[in-house]
């Protein structure tokens, strides 16, 4: 493992431009404001520990005039009345701004969130190009149906002429995490103004200063005035404002399965609807006969991309005991062998976690694993000029009671456990209180398939892990969430099911 922090400028003009602005407001009825209450917080630079700017610290105040602009532009008829195609061309609009301003979007973001430039720009942000583009298209295929019913009591010579119309549900919050900012934003954006829906944004406050940009690019696109809101601010103070509020008729939430919980209970009040996309502890089971070219490097990158800070990381690892010692040394190899880094050099591998926070948490986990009898056969360190770095780490020997083998722990540790026969896969897999994703690592075709109908998980990954498309649904079963993110289905998250029936 080596690693070089040299803090590092942004190349691209609009990275320093953008950066020049220290203080940063709020978009609310396409003006941006300060918080009402003129607080502000600090970003900071995860790599080098550098404050970057201060952010609008939105409050309910905040969420109020935010809700009531999309309120308003929900019920105006420039957005009301604007023919499907109309919205569609906006966000086809937005992906190619997105797409004009990309070099300058992913440093921004790995200035703020820490990840390797490429990670934003040839993955993460593309993705997100892609939400934007395929929910252009979906604009314009929301379809009732026409119903024949049995209704027999009409009068007689009239008919029962029976449809559906979908309507958009309303003003929704989009609640997002800090781990892949803009992809997991444009996976609420797009769907919801695709529906017809107007919105109010909170970002995570590890991360604003994308979703500023982007809320800059949506009025750019054009828009009209309140259909889309920004309100940056602390998850207790803006998220838990804009989770209670009764004028909002739908919460998308992206984040921790303990905070999801307590977005359902704000949401009681006004009942409204919810899609939750929550946490997981994904197993990568690898079969005795896997084909371990792909299967060592592919577990590998399942937990140490992004630093361990993805959703559906494959934090635990079950390996064949035929096969487990290769495999172990594999991946330690693999681990040992990642160069960490300031994101902004594009030959960092691994970047910090997202704050100092994150990464005593995971350092914490690491110490309880080893506490309970694990051990590192790979990193086990935090490092770095502001403690935010965190070694790749291999833990084995963990019992399948420990926190780190139960826990989410969004970082780059995995536990490796050896597993006797295919047989106890589906229990082991399914030890959990998560069912977000899982991968299966063979070649033997009706095993894979065989397991994919076992585990209880949202996605299941046959010889690879971590794939995603905009046509993909993600989300999880269990604790890992309500609903599901992307593919043509999440369209109906955003809609409401009108039935009209008519006697003719
Ligand atoms: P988090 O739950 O701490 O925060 C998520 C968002 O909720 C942030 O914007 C935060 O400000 C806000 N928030 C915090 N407290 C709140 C409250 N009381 N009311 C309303 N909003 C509040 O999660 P995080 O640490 O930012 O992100 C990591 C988590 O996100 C992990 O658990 C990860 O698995 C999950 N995640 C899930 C998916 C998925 O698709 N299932 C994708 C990415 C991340």
Known sequence: MTMDVAPIEPKTEGAKRFLAQSRRRMLIADEW????SGRTFDTVNPATGVVLAQVAAGDATDVDRAVAAARRAFESSAWRDMIPAQRARLLWKMADLIEQ???????????????????????????????????AGQAMRIEGTTIPTSINYQPAGKKVFAYTVKEPIGVVGAIVPWNSPIVLTAMKIAPALAAGCTMVLKPAEDTSLTAIRLAELMVEAGFPPGVFNLVTGLGEAA????????????????????????????????????????????????LDDADLELAIPGAANAIFFNSGQVCVAGSRLY????????????????????????????????????????????????ASGLSEGATAVAGGRQLGPAGTFIEPTVLVGAKPTAKVVRE?????????????????????????????AAS??????????????????????????????????????????????????????????KTVCAVI
């Open 33 to 36: 404001v300060d918080a009402a």
């Open 440 to 497: 299966v690592w063979t070649q033997d075709l009706s095993a894979a398939h065989r397991l994919a109908a076992q585990i209880r998980a949202g996605t299941v990954w046959i010889n690879c892990h971590s794939m995603y498309d905009a046509t993909l649904p993600i989300g999880g079963m269990k604790q890992s969430g309500w609903g599901r993110d992307s593919g043509h289905q999440a369209l109906d998250n955003y809609l409401e099911t």
């Open 408 to 436: 989410e722990i969004f970082g780059p540790v995995v536990v490796a456990t050896p597993i006797r026969s295919l047989e106890e896969v589906p229990a082991i897999a399914n030890d959990s209180e998560y069912g977000l």
């Open 239 to 286: 998220g838990a404002a804009l989770a209670a509020h009764p004028g909002v008729d739908k919460i998308a939430f992206t984040g921790s399965t303990e905070v999801g919980k307590l977005i359902v209970q704000a949401a009681r009040g006004n009942l409204k609807k919810l899609t939750l996309e929550l946490g997981g502890k994904s197993p990568a089971v690898v």
């Open 319 to 366: 390996v064949h005991e035929k096969v487990f010692d290769r495999v172990l040394e594999g991946v330690a190899a693999y681990a040992r062998g990642i160069k960490l880094g300031n994101g902004l050099d594009p030959s960092t591998q691994m970047g910090p976690v997202v704050s100092r926070k994150q990464a005593d948490r995971v350092a914490g986990y690491i």
């Open 101 to 135: 301003n990309i070099d300058e979007l992913a440093e921004l973001e790995t200035l703020d969130q820490g990840k390797p430039v490429w990670v934003g720009r040839y993955a993460e942000i593309p993705g997100a190009i892609e939400q934007f583009r395929y929910f």
